[in-house]
């Protein structure tokens, strides 16, 4: 592995936050470019555990969208891109209009993507980080909870938006 991609991080820290995320609900801390991101392993799905990423404490849906323009989306999440139809309904098709045709063709290529919440591998979530920012950080546990106890004031700000946008809405 070419560790020449991870140049902001020692290769002490990065084996070091490759050994906390291999046990589960351990914590880690990073500052990339002034933002505060947490990654943690947590169960993501039956029997399935993943790297669930906040960033200033929280995860909006609205980073996930693969059409947002949000920065934090793009920054510390994964782009995910799926078939829009399932493999059954490709070989059913195949069997109906022949794999050469201009329809099966164009059913097979459809696909969506979207931002995934969280990560399978602590390497590549590293990779991804050091592509999109220009400073990776480690963090100590002391140094992050400072730094969330001053977002604090912000984060119930962003709540009250939230639920100020919601009431009239409804």
């Known amino acids: 592995m070419n560790e020449l991609a991870y140049a902001h991080l020692t290769k002490d820290q990065i084996a070091s936050v490759k050994k906390q995320l291999a046990d589960q609900y351990n914590t880690v801390w990073f500052d990339c470019d002034g933002y505060l991101v947490t990654a943690c ?11 669930r990423v906040y960033v200033n404490g929280c995860c909006m849906h609205s980073w996930l969208l693969s059409s947002s323009e949000a920065e934090e989306g793009r920054r510390f999440y994964r782009l995910a891109t799926r078939r829009l139809h399932s493999a059954k309904a490709l070989s059913d098709l195949v069997r109906a209009v022949g794999k050469r045709s201009k329809i099966y063709k164009e059913f097979a290529s459809q696909t969506y993507s979207y931002r995934a919440y969280y990560w399978t591998s602590a390497a590549s979530m590293l990779r991804h980080f050091h592509d999109n920012n220009a400073s990776v950080r480690l963090l100590d546990e002391a140094e992050a909870k400072l730094r969330m106890e001053a977002l604090q004031p912000e984060l119930a700000a962003a709540r009250e938006a939230a639920l100020v946008t919601k009431a009239g809405a409804e």
């Open 41 to 51: 392993l947590m169960r993501i799905g039956k029997l399935k555990l993943g790297i």
